[in-house]
């Protein structure tokens, strides 16, 4: 188990959606929410301390392999968050992501927050920083709306050149 | 670690003219922005004020750009003695069509140091955003209390 004290935020992002915790938490941690506003990926969570967290490929490939950290249903998930390129988290460390869930009057506040064990680059950051809001943005149209965006994502390329600079192999 | 400038970006369902109006038609702001007004004629270099429910101009500055339906800046300042340490800073919107999504990326930079204004818009956007989100796709802004929100870390 990594020590989480070891971890600083990099980047947050808060999205508030009209649904309910219990509601989030699910579209959070079930395949078939996430397939539907996550551009396909699922995400398969052993819900308890210690259980796999997995975020897996519309090819079935495993994009994620990380692991829980902390699990509060439905108010708090902390999970490591590594993406499963060759060399990738040994030259970066883990990632640590947190989800917090809190009622906000008749809405609810989703934080998430994207920690890392060491400085990374602003271009190695772009990665989430593009990432993140498209994926919750797609979350919160879906619970709100039943319909997911219709997303489609130019890659992050400053983060792409970073790894392949740093000798991390991309697909 | 934490630069002095906040960013968000959204992506919402809709077109940029209609996301244009959302973010400059007073009567439109004043449903999902916590009961405000946004008050201007939107000349560059004309005044930008915010009109709380009461009829009390809370914040205000300048109209910096205004360049339908792209980009919009201006600056404002919180007027009450609070904020006395806080100088006019520049939130800038850039309003990109992705399909048939409209990519929407505020920038806020140039705070005075130790000021206050940016932990306090830095809780207030992500609120402001989400229930303009709403509002555009669903036709219903959320019911966010201004005491529901609260400063990070």
Redesign the interface.
């Known amino acids: 188990m990594i020590d989480i004290h070891n971890f600083?935020?990099?980047t947050?992002?808060?999205?508030?959606?009209?649904s309910t915790p219990d509601k989030i938490w699910q579209a959070l941690t079930s395949a078939e929410f996430s397939r539907q506003y996550f551009s396909g990926f699922a995400v398969e969570a052993d819900l308890k301390v210690g259980g796999a967290f997995i975020v897996r490929a519309p090819d079935g490939s495993r994009h994620i392999d990380g692991e829980v950290i902390a699990c509060d249903p439905p108010r708090k998930l902390t999970v490591t968050w590594n993406v499963n390129w060759p060399g990738l988290v040994e030259k970066l460390g883990p990632t640590l992501v947190t989800y917090e869930i809190e009622?906000?009057?008749?809405?609810v506040?989703l934080t998430m927050i994207e920690a890392h064990d060491r400085?990374l680059s602003e271009d190695i950051l772009e990665g989430g920083?593009q990432g993140w809001?498209?994926i919750l943005?797609?979350l919160?149209?879906l619970l709100?709306?039943g319909h997911p965006?219709?997303?489609?994502m130019a890659p992050p390329q400053r983060m792409l050149a970073a790894l392949k600079a740093m000798g991390i192999k991309t697909p | 670690m934490s630069k002095p400038e906040f960013v968000y970006v959204t992506y919402i369902e809709t077109t940029a003219e209609k996301l244009w109006t959302a973010l400059t038609d007073g009567d439109f702001t004043a449903r999902y922005w916590f009961g405000v007004r946004l008050r201007s004629d939107w000349k560059v270099g004309s005044i930008f004020e915010m009109v709380q429910g009461d009829g009390k101009v809370s914040d205000a500055g300048k109209v910096v750009e205004y360049d339908p339906p792209r980009r919009l800046a201006y600056t404002f300042v919180n007027l009450s003695e609070e904020y006395r340490d806080d100088l006019p800073a520049l939130a800038t919107f850039e309003l990109e069509p992705h399909g048939n999504l409209v990519k929407l990326t505020l920038t806020h930079a140039g705070f005075a140091e130790g000021g206050k204004m940016l932990p306090a818009i830095s809780q207030g956007w992500p609120a402001i955003l989400s229930s303009l989100k709403s509002m555009l796709e669903t036709g219903q802004p959320l019911e966010i209390p201004r005491a529901a929100l609260k400063l990070e870390g």
């Open positions: 600083t935020p990099a947050v992002y808060t999205i508030y959606i009209a009622p906000a009057g008749d809405a506040r400085a920083r809001p498209a943005s797609s919160k149209s709100e709306t965006l219709a997303m489609k």
